[in-house]
């Protein structure tokens, strides 16, 4: 198994989808026994506990909502914990999907679909086919910049709720508040929030890497 923090170095220095693709079919046996359990991440249930507190009560149980950039399915999992939505996941690694098409809480599968898909480029799915969307992890170095929420804020209905996980660091490297603020007064999204969260349990929260800022926001 590759060291932990070799692996979280390389995911953070990835500069193409290509690269993307090939860290995550080597890791994505490990992630979650590796990785997860090594480095103490909480980032999942803090995103769904974010998101329980900023609309996931109200999206109908009709409904469906869209896990971005899900990898092995924590993020799918935890909100599946909260509520039994439909959720469908999209993620660029078939190999992480795999991992993810196993999952199931209460015996039964946690994802309804899952699409392979690089969130870089514009997605295969309809205007406003979600009644919300949540990310955990993908909003960070290396990997989905600000210009993937123009995609996220496309494929949400008005009125649907989402809650975005992202690297703190990241967070102010790549001018998310200035995207936030865009979509805000052109009026697509209403509502912004962020509430700051750990990645990590018990890590050292002066290192921005360790800290997310989860954007909860209504799309109009």
């Known amino acids: 198994m590759e060291p932990v923090d070799a692996l979280l170095a390389a995911a953070y ?15 994505a046996d490990t992630y979650e026994s590796g990785f997860i359990v090594d480095s103490r991440y909480v980032y999942h249930d803090q995103v769904a ?9 109200a999206i109908d149980a009709s409904d469906a909502i869209v896990d971005i950039g899900c990898g092995t399915g924590l993020a799918g999992a935890a909100i599946r914990r909260l509520r039994p939505l439909a959720i469908d996941g999209i993620d660029i690694s078939p190999e992480m999907l795999r991992q993810a098409a196993a999952k199931r809480h209460d015996d039964v599968l946690v994802y309804r679909a899952l699409i392979e898909a690089d969130l870089t480029q514009p997605l295969t799915i309809a205007d406003d086919t979600y009644a919300g969307a949540v990310s955990v992890g993908t909003f960070t170095h290396g990997h989905v910049g600000p210009a993937a929420l123009n995609e996220v804020v496309r494929i949400v209905r008005p009125g649907g709720r989402v809650a ?9 490297a790549t001018n998310f508040s200035d995207a936030l603020r865009r ?10 929030e962020l509430t700051a969260a750990p990645i990590y349990d018990g890590a050292d929260s002066d290192d921005l890497d360790n800290v997310a800022q989860i954007a909860t926001f209504e799309i109009v």
């Open 13 to 27: 220095e990835l500069s193409s989808p290509d690269d993307n693709r090939a860290l995550y079919a080597r890791w």
């Open 49 to 57: 506990k974010v998101f329980a507190t900023h609309g996931l009560f």
């Open 164 to 172: 975005i996980g992202i690297n703190a660091a990241h967070y102010t």
């Open 183 to 192: 979509l805000a007064d052109g009026g697509a999204i209403a509502k912004v």
